[in-house]
Structure formats: C-alpha cells, structure tokens
C-alpha cells in the first residue's frame, strides 16, 4: 500500500462497490474509507462522534464526493471542507450522476477540484474510475499536509 487513503463519500451501495472494484482492478492499492452520507464524512474528517478517536494526523489525499447525500448535502460538504485549516487544500473530486449546471457552477464555486459525471454503464464508470484513480493518486502531487 501507498499509504495515500481516500475518503469516499457515496450513499449508493452500487457506486461504492464499482469504485471498489475499478481501484482492485486497476492496482490502486490506496486504503479507501467510505462514508455513506454527509455527516458521517463530516465526522470522520473532523474527528468527531463515531470518529472521535481517529488519529486525526492521518487525513484523505483525495475525497471522492457525491453531491446528492443524505443528512448533509455533498454542497454543505465540500463547504465545510473548504472552511477548515486542516482540510481545506485536500483535493476534492465531485463524482455525481447530476448535469445540471447550477450543481456544476456550485462545486467549482465551493472550492472542487474536479467535477465528474458518474457514467450509467459499466465499462464506462469503470474506465473513468480507473482514471481519474490514475491521475489524482499517482500523478497529482498532493498538498503537504503542513509546512
């Protein structure tokens, strides 16, 4: 393992499972944590409530968000993210099925890295996985985590 972790914060079971599956396939050794709604991933981020004795010192080099979640929207998210010392500059890749422009123009807004439209087929949200794994964790350099 690269010790890279990412936070994947996804409510459908389906979605979890392909993102799961195209990372094994594709030699992405990263541990992946997975959240299914907006607070739970605000909690682990945060070291808060069922979290709250995580090492908070081991923070996500990526977070794959989904915009439509339960109990705290994807939006409300990445906001939080954005706003807080300690995670602000972890990239944040929006992975939604949504095309409206308005969800688009927000996550740019909010501060996301990377705005992807989860594909309907198999093979294609295969493929995409399997690239942009590729890109933000061998390619990118991520952002120290302090100075």
Known sequence: ???????????????????????????????????????????????????AQRDRTEMPVLILLDLKLPKVDGLE??????????????????????????????????GANSYIRKPVDFDQFMEVARQFGIYWLMVNDPPPTAL
């Not at 300690?86 to 688009?104: A, F, N, Y």
């Open 1 to 51: 393992m690269n010790g890279k972790m990412v936070l994947l914060v996804e409510d459908n079971d389906d979605d979890v499972e392909l993102t799961l599956r195209s990372f094994q396939k594709n030699k992405l050794s990263n541990k992946v944590i997975v959240t299914r709604n907006g607070q739970e991933a605000l909690d682990y981020l945060f070291a808060q409530g069922a979290y």
């Open 77 to 110: 998210v990445l906001h939080q993210i954005r706003t807080h010392p300690e995670t602000k500059c972890i990239p944040v890749v929006v992975l939604t099925t949504s095309s409206q422009p308005k969800d688009k123009f927000e996550s740019y807004s909010g």
